[in-house]
């Protein structure tokens, strides 16, 4: 990376962006019992819980877990490495812009004019369970009460058919997912990122996993296409793709601030 100057940042994120925020990922069954306890009583998984069937056969106990991690994320704070890396992207001569398959609004919260892609939707909209109108609206936090047991004795609902809301998270098996609000968002981004073709460009790729590696698979797919450097920021060791890739083994902040350190 020595003697390279990045003139755009694009920032691919995925889980271990915001563990540092206090949000742990729940993909360990233990993790996962421990937060909600109704998961624990069915002796269900992350894959099996993260299905849209549950908020047409059993929309209380969907929007417990739904809803308690909308309330966790709305009181969540953007560690340090959200603002400092936000900063200094803008200050590059041609921006930043990010992609990420969180759905915890950190990164609009840190910046709510940041040119941002949600790949898997946001806790914070809703639509119609079964699709019936097309529309997604934002989520009225008010409208969820969950009990002692940990399911919701209140959830949001669709105004046209009254059937039970459910958040705008692309989840597993899911085919009522209303991928418009993450278009339009992918639309805006494509128009930046085609301007980018003869550039100096930097992706940098914080956090992501191999179980789900929509963020990996997009961070290589970008980096082919406008043949940019890659520095990827995890703790796991692993082996850069290419030889245009460093790898900073590390946890997100301390990874962060590493980089800031050399660029
Ligand atoms: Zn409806």
Redesign the pocket.
Known sequence: MNNYTPEALIITAGAGMSAESGLSPLWEKENLHSFFQPAKNKNIDFTELGQPKWFLTDPGFAWGFYGKRALIYSEAKPHDGYHNLLNWGKSLPLGCSVITSNVDGLFKKTDDTINLEEVHGSAFYVQ??????KSIWKLNLSEIELLKTGEASKYPR?S????AARPNILMFNDHNWNPERANQQRKKLNNWISSLKGKNVLILEIGAGTRVPTIKLTSLGLQNKLKAKMIIVNPIKEVAPSTESFHIQSNTIDGINELLSIV
């Open positions: 119609c369970t079964r699709n019936c109108h669709c046209k058919c009254g059937h």
